[in-house]
């Protein structure tokens, strides 16, 4: 694995549409859940379309954006190389062949519901996102030592949020306003 080159102009990008299409077609088929550290790997470590940096700024505005965050992303991406054109085909690319494994699985899983196995690779299946979610959290801690606020900071802040969602059952949406504001606040005041 080749590291990424550092400046925009040599980075590797998609040639064409239909390579847009097909690349996020496959990391669409890849992800069942925890798609985040799937896509991170193909599209930072893998492709090199993003660096790093790139990627979790462009995560955090697809976070905030109505919809789906790895679709806003895709649309994002598409959007950077190729325009409105790129947008749609990120969007097609990301919805084709997942919306038709989705509708067949919807009628395997119709047929087979009421055995307990079936419940029991589901809940499996849970567990695994959650790992690949936890996983990936932590690889890309690693840069915050780049972030205006610090390590510590963001640690506190990712805390938080934590204790808002899981110890106190408020919303997301709600942990979201008051912890990325608070966040947003202290990074506009170290930055100014």
Avoid at 74 to 90: H, N, P, Q, S
């Amino acid at each position: 694995m080749n590291p990424a080159p550092t400046t925009t102009a040599e980075r590797p990008r998609p040639h064409n549409l239909r390579e847009l299409f097909w690349s996020l077609t496959f990391l669409a088929l890849q992800g069942f859940g925890g798609v985040l550290a799937v896509v991170q790997r193909e599209l930072v470590e893998k492709r090199g379309w993003l660096s790093n940096e790139e990627f979790i700024e462009d995560w955090a505005v697809a976070q905030i954006m109505p919809g789906p965050n790895v679709v806003n992303l895709c649309i994002m991406l598409g959007e950077r190389y190729f325009g409105w054109r790129g947008a749609l085909v990120g969007l097609c690319g990301m919805l084709a062949f997942p919306m038709l494994v989705v509708i067949s699985l919807t009628l395997v899983y119709s047929q087979f519901a009421h055995y307990p196995a079936a419940a029991g690779a589901l809940r499996g299946m849970g567990a695994v996102a959650a790992g690949l979610v936890a996983g990936m959290g932590l690889k890309l801690a690693a840069t915050l030592r780049l972030h205006p606020l610090g390590k510590w900071y963001c640690a506190g802040l990712a805390l938080a949020a934590f204790a808002l969602v899981a110890v106190l059952h408020l919303p997301l949406f709600w942990a979201l306003l008051l912890v990325g504001g608070t966040g947003c606040v202290l990074t506009y005041r170290r930055l100014a």
